[in-house]
């Protein structure tokens, strides 16, 4: 399996808060990605990065935020979580080619 | 905007048959196309990677075809078998290096 650790697992948040999701990857890919899951809906991206400080939005960016200070880390905050928030969100990375994903971290807002 | 398709969304088949999952795209501009699997619960594993420039690639029991051309891949299970009962998604990628992927096609295979 790809070096690819999400952290937390699973969180349940109040309205309101802010979460941070985190990506950690030991392949030194340049290309970082967040996708959210929700049935009816299939994956959509929501930020990536293509660099250290490198980031662009998705086709879902709003509520959400980005950050990547360093090449193996890349941060998914959601400034003041919704309930529309609560879902299954997975990292990516790659390098051109393949790409590897995490095993996702679920999120519910309260 | 690149859209991507994949038929059909659920499949039953008893087990040892041959089967054909179908994904289209709309943009014809792409790098590559990847086939994943995903069971309940968990993350996407990668299948297959075809290129741009291939027309295929072949792992075990699983063919990928691409026609880029025409928008089409295709995803050839042969003899298949409970084990492979799962989601099945498509993903290409475009311009920006991004990866777009269809809503995937949900397997079951009966013993």
């Known amino acids: 399996d790809a070096g690819i650790t999400q952290s937390p697992r699973h969180k349940v948040t109040e309205t309101g808060t802010p979460v941070t999701l985190r990506c950690h990857q030991t392949e030194n890919h340049r290309y970082m990605y967040w996708y959210r899951q929700d049935p009816g809906h299939g994956l959509r991206l929501i930020h990536y990065s293509y660099g250290v400080k490198d980031t662009d939005k998705g086709e879902v960016s709003d509520g959400y935020s980005v950050s990547r200070s360093k090449t193996e880390d890349f941060l998914l905050t959601l400034e003041s979580a919704t309930s529309s928030q609560t879902s299954v969100y997975f990292c990516a990375i790659s390098e051109k080619a393949e790409a590897f994903f995490g095993q996702g971290t679920r999120l519910t807002v309260v | 905007k690149q859209e991507v398709t994949q038929i059909p969304a659920a499949l039953s088949v008893p087990e040892g048959e041959n089967l054909v999952l179908n994904c289209s795209f709309t943009?014809?501009?792409?790098?590559?196309l990847q086939w994943f699997r995903q069971d309940p619960g968990k993350g996407l594993t990668s299948l297959l990677l075809?290129?741009?420039?291939?027309r295929e690639q072949t792992s075990g029991r699983l063919n990928a075809s691409l026609d880029k051309s025409s928008g089409r891949s295709t995803l050839y299970i042969a003899a298949s078998q409970p084990g492979d009962s799962a989601t099945y998604l498509c993903a290409v990628r475009g311009a920006g290096n991004m990866l777009t992927f269809g809503g995937g096609t949900r397997l079951m295979v009966k013993p």
């Open positions: 075809i290129q741009s420039s291939q």
């Open positions: 943009d014809s501009a792409i790098y590559n």
